[in-house]
C-alpha cells in the first residue's frame, strides 16, 4: 500500500506559479512512475505529466509543455509539479497518483494509488 497526500495548492493570478507536492509513504517509492492529473468541474480527470522511476524520463500533456516541470526526489519520497505561466484553464483539483508499471501512462487505469487532491485556481 501506498500513500500520497498532495500540498502546495492555492490560488494565483494569471501568470504566476504554484509548485505542488506529494508525498509518499508505504512501499519503496523508487518502485513506482508517478503522475500528476487534474480534473475540473464537469470535466474528466486528465493527464498532465509523469516521471518515470528513476526520473530520468518525463512526460507532458500538451496544453502544459513548457510551463510545467515534473520532478521527483526518491530520497525523499517526493514528486513535485513546478507550475509557471499559469492560466485560468489550468484551474482544477490535481491529483497525484503512483503506478507500478515500467512505463508512464497517459490513461487513469494503471494507476494503483491516488492522492486526495489539491485545488489550483488561477484567477484572470
Known amino acids: 500500500q501506498v500513500q500520497l497526500v498532495e500540498s502546495g495548492g492555492g490560488s494565483v493570478q494569471a501568470g504566476g506559479s504554484l509548485r505542488l507536492s506529494c508525498a509518499a509513504s508505504?512501499?519503496?517509492?523508487?518502485?513506482?512512475?508517478m503522475g500528476w492529473f487534474r480534473q475540473a468541474p464537469g470535466k474528466e480527470r486528465e493527464f498532465v505529466a509523469g516521471?518515470?522511476?528513476?526520473?530520468?524520463?518525463?512526460y507532458y500533456a500538451d496544453p502544459v509543455k513548457g510551463r510545467f516541470t515534473i520532478s521527483r526526489d526518491n530520497a525523499k519520497n517526493t514528486v513535485y509539479l513546478q507550475m509557471n505561466s499559469l492560466k485560468p484553464e489550468d484551474t482544477a483539483v490535481y491529483y497525484c497518483a503512483a503506478d507500478q508499471g515500467p512505463g508512464i501512462y497517459l490513461s487513469t487505469e494503471p494507476y494503483d494509488y491516488w492522492g486526495q487532491g489539491t485545488q489550483v485556481t488561477v484567477s484572470s
Open positions: 516521471i518515470s522511476r528513476g526520473g530520468s524520463r518525463t
Open positions: 508505504g512501499r519503496t517509492f523508487s518502485n513506482y512512475a
